[in-house]
């Protein structure tokens, strides 16, 4: 009687062992697999980052200036407008160059990327004036005066060019459907970039 008491205890107590050296063996089992994962979680942000760093700058938008400005004052305040026109100068310029909008990847850091599960979430820095194109010598100019006053010099003429092209900066940096369409051509550019680090993900991009 006493031995298959010994017996039941004995049982009872290899029974407990073996559920528990189970359970342990299944808690370092995921714990190591959760320790994998984090690992290429990491490798996989930090191979994201290299490779948009190595491409810097993206231009994923160029167009074409064709901007043209005026101005004219008289020296004459008069009604009468030929007294007006003979102490009278005027300009008329027209820009003409090409620019680029795109987005700066060295703004990317590892805080903007986010591995959940199979989807790595991009946080995209904002669309930037890229390139800007204007040259003085491509400018057409009409620069007319009175016969009592001179026509603009070739310094106000420069002058003119520099303040017409902080205007055309201002018109392009506040252009949202031109930003707008920008950044949608990078991110199918960055989605092809992607494409070998990011296998088996979705990249998808938040504001």
Not at 119 to 128: F, G, T
Not at 129 to 138: S, V
């Amino acid at each position: 009687m006493k031995f298959k008491t010994i017996k039941r205890i004995v049982n009872g107590v290899l029974i407990v062992v073996v559920i528990f050296l189970g359970s342990q063996y299944i808690k370092i089992k995921f714990q190591k697999q959760d320790v994998r994962q984090v690992y290429q979680k990491e490798i996989n942000e930090k191979l994201i980052i290299k490779k948009l760093h190595d491409e810097s700058k993206l231009v994923t938008l160029s167009g074409e200036i064709h901007k043209t400005f005026g101005k004219q004052i008289s020296i004459f305040n008069t009604k009468h407008q030929w007294l007006y026109n003979l102490g009278a100068k005027k300009y008329i310029v027209t820009m003409n160059g090409k620019y680029q909008l795109g987005i700066d990847l060295n703004k990317i850091h590892l805080d903007d990327i986010h591995t959940i599960k199979n989807e790595i979430y991009i946080k995209l820095p904002s669309v930037e004036l890229a390139g800007l194109d204007l040259p003085f010598e491509k400018m057409k100019v009409v620069n007319e005066s009175g016969i009592f006053v001179s026509e603009y010099s070739t310094n106000e003429i420069k002058s003119i060019h520099i303040a017409a092209k902080k205007e055309i900066v201002k018109e392009l940096e506040s252009d949202v459907v031109s930003k707008e369409k920008a950044l949608s051509n990078a991110e199918e550019v960055l989605r092809s970039l992607l494409v070998g680090v990011d296998k088996g993900y979705k990249v998808r991009f938040v504001n």
